[in-house]
C-alpha cells in the first residue's frame, strides 16, 4: 500500500502501557470492533489462511482454501455427534465453523469484539511476543 497516498486510511499507535488504554477518550473508541492477535506481524487473515501458509509457502492456487475447508467441515459435521447431544441445521455451515472456532479448529472467520479489553485478552493471554490490537470503523461497514 502506497502510505503516501493511503496514509489517511489508517492510523498506527503503540500503547505502552495499562494507563494508556484508559486514557482513549471512551467515546471515541465507541465507533470501533477490535480484533487482538498474539501477533503483530499478522495482517488480518484468517488462521486457515495463515495454516496453509505455514504448510504451503510457495502455493499460488488460492482455492486450496475452500477446498480444505470443505473437507474440515465434513469431518467435523460427522464426528460432532460424539461429543454433543444437539447438532446446528446440517446446511448452516458458517454456524458449524463458529462451533469448530470455538473447540480451536483453524477456520476462515475472524474473531472481533466491541471490546478494547476482550481483545487486548487475546493479545497477551499466551503471548510472550508483541501482539497487535486492530481496530475497525464499525459505521462504514454496519456492524450496529
Known sequence: ????????LYIETTLNNWLDIFRLNQRFLAKFIFRGQSNEKW???TS?????ERLFPNLEDKWTTPTQ??????DFKWK???YSMQSPDPEDDIEWLT???????????????Y????????????????????AINKIPVNFT
Open 1 to 8: 500500500m502506497d502510505n503516501k497516498k493511503n496514509s489517511h
Open 43 to 45: 495482517g488480518l487473515s
Open 48 to 52: 486457515l489462511e495463515r495454516q496453509i
Open 69 to 74: 475447508e470443505k473437507f474440515m467441515l465434513k
Open 80 to 82: 460432532y455427534p460424539l
Open 99 to 113: 462451533i469448530m472456532q470455538h473447540y480451536g479448529a483453524t477456520t476462515r472467520l475472524l474473531d472481533f469484539t
Open 115 to 134: 471490546s478494547i479489553f476482550v481483545a487486548l485478552h487475546m493479545v497477551v493471554a499466551d503471548n510472550g511476543n508483541s501482539g497487535a490490537i486492530w
